[in-house]
Each structure stands twice: as C-alpha cells, then as structure tokens.
C-alpha cells in the first residue's frame, strides 16, 4: 500500500479565512513533506518533517504553518493567503529523508484564494 | 544553472515506439534518481528509481543512470496513448532531505 490521503481535494478560502489542509499515511514511513505547484512548473518543495520534526522550510512566507502532530499525520495551517497562493498543494511522504528512498504524493489539494 | 534539467518538450511519438525521456544533473552529491508521471490536474505518480549505474527495467519502461556523465534516461517501450502525461524527473539533493525536480516533459503519443 503506498497511499498517502489528502483532505479537502478541493478548497476555495477568502483572503481573511483560516483553513488547513489534511495528510495522512499508514505506511510507516518517517519523513513527510508538502510542496506547492503551478500550472505547467514542476512540484516546489515547502517543508520537510524528518520524525515529527522540522527538518527543511524553504523559505515559506509565515501565512503557511505546518503541523506534525504524529508520524502518520501532517498539516498545513493557512491564514491571511493571497490569490497567488492558489495552486496544486501536494503532501508526499517517504520511508526516511528524500536522499535514498522513494517519495509518494497524494492527490493534492486545489486550493483557490478569492 | 538548475540542479536538473529537462527538455520540457512537447516530445510526440507514434504508438507503439519508443519514447526517449533524458535527464542531466548538475550535483555530483546527488545519490537517487526518480521519474514521475502526471497527468494533466493530478499528482505526480512515481514510475520508476535508479541508484546505482546502469539500466533498470521495469515492464515497458527502462531507467538508465550515467553518474560519470550526469545523465539520467527513461525508456518506454511500446508506447501507447495512455502514456501520454508529463514526465517529471528528480534527483535526491546530496546531504539533504529534498528531492529537485527537473522543468518536465511533456509526452504526447499519438495513435
């Protein structure tokens, strides 16, 4: 089994809105990640959590806030977005970091900023 | 320079050929290598990984890894339509927990 579950598939969220967005896997593996993508440009990563920890923020504006609460669930908390926040947002995870191990996506989430 | 790059095409091959998708790389560091596949407004799927030089095979599908070189190549054999999809490659960044992906090509068969 190599599903990694994302929730909402879809979210439209006003500029002032707080909403999160849902990972989880079943598969034991101890790294995960999110990263955001555009249309036609390949995945850019945002974070990476090595064992519940903070591993790697690529520099991410403060608006975005993830969350590991347990090895098999990841969040990202968003509030105060802009319209060019939407996009493709991709929850992956992997056995240990990216270095030697295979990475799986969920489905992602479509988010628009109205 | 980007750390991997990609002809990001579009590359269009006739059914039943085969489709040549190439890689370079520009960080020696680099240990793993991974081709993706997506389709138009879903996620990337992980078709297939290469670690060490040399070819892997897996079904219709070849990785070829040239760390001399810095080249990274994935063969489909038997091309059908359904392999019509974004080919996204990426390699691991050397010492860090992050995969860099390449721009992409986008791979078109035609019946």
């Known amino acids: 089994d190599t599903e990694v579950t994302q929730t909402p598939k879809h979210l439209v969220m006003g500029m002032t809105n707080k909403k999160s967005l849902k990972c989880e896997q079943h598969m034991g593996h101890r790294a995960m990640y999110w990263y955001k993508q555009k249309a036609k440009k390949p995945p850019e990563l945002m974070f990476v959590?090595?064992?519940?920890?903070?591993?790697i923020n690529e520099s991410v504006p403060s608006r975005f806030s993830p969350e590991c609460p347990n090895s098999s669930l990841l969040n990202l908390h968003l509030h105060a977005l802009q319209p060019e926040d939407s996009a493709l947002y991709l929850c992956?995870?992997?056995?240990?970091?990216?270095?030697?191990?295979?990475?799986?996506f969920g489905q992602g989430t479509r988010l628009t900023v109205v | 320079q980007k750390e991997v790059e990609q002809n990001s095409g579009p590359l269009s091959v006739p059914e039943g050929a085969i489709a040549s998708l190439n890689c370079t790389y520009s960080d020696r560091g680099s240990q793993s290598f991974f081709w993706y596949r997506q389709y138009s407004g879903k996620s990337p799927e992980l078709i297939m990984f290469?670690?060490?030089?040399g070819d892997k095979e897996d079904g219709r599908f070849t990785a070829q890894l040239n760390k001399a070189s810095q080249y990274v190549s994935l063969l489909i054999r038997d091309s059908q339509p359904s392999d019509s999809a974004t080919y996204l490659c990426?390699?691991?960044?050397?010492?860090?927990?992050?995969?860099?992906f390449g721009q992409g090509t986008r791979l078109t068969i035609n019946p």
């Open positions: 992956a995870s992997s056995r240990y970091g990216a270095t030697n191990t295979e990475a799986f």
């Open positions: 959590y090595s064992y519940e920890k903070l591993s």
């Open positions: 290469i670690y060490s030089n």
């Open positions: 990426a390699g691991s960044s050397g010492g860090a927990q992050k995969l860099v």
